[in-house]
């Protein structure tokens, strides 16, 4: 079964660090890009990161930059999201996607060319 599953999410107090994981299963994500996305309650879907297939090639908003590091290794099929210093604001459900990307091609952080979704994990921060 072709899917990606986002993991890590959970409650953490402003200032603090989580590291989100998203795994493949079913394909390889050599040939793709991967972008994190988040949506809070009552508001759009918002791209936070991605990374292309060549894993120098990498994009942040200005939100989380400075905040946020994307990674991959492509041995393990997986994609993470280090973030530190996090806010209030940066809770959300967290998603990630895929899009097949030529290597040395820029990424995105708009949702539309991604044709893989997860189904997203929670990310609060709260005191």
């Known amino acids: 079964q072709v899917q990606l599953v986002e993991s890590g999410g959970g409650l953490v107090q402003p200032g603090g660090s989580l590291t989100l994981s998203c795994a493949a299963s079913?394909?390889?994500?050599?040939?793709?890009?991967i972008g994190w996305f988040r949506q809070a309650p009552g508001k759009e879907r918002e791209g936070v990161s991605c990374?292309?297939?060549?894993?120098?090639?990498?994009y942040y908003a200005a939100t989380v930059k400075g905040r946020f590091t994307i990674s991959r290794d492509n041995a393990k099929s997986t994609v993470y999201l280090q973030m530190n210093s996090l806010k209030p604001e940066d809770t959300a459900v967290y998603f990630c996607?895929?899009?097949?990307?030529?290597?040395?091609?820029?990424?995105?952080?708009?949702?539309?060319?991604?044709?893989?979704w997860g189904q997203g994990t929670q990310v609060t921060v709260s005191s």
């Open positions: 996607a895929a899009v097949p990307t030529p290597l040395f091609t820029v990424c995105v952080i708009a949702p539309s060319p991604y044709d893989r």
């Open positions: 079913g394909f390889s994500l050599d040939a793709y890009a």
């Open positions: 990374i292309g297939s060549s894993d120098w090639i990498t």
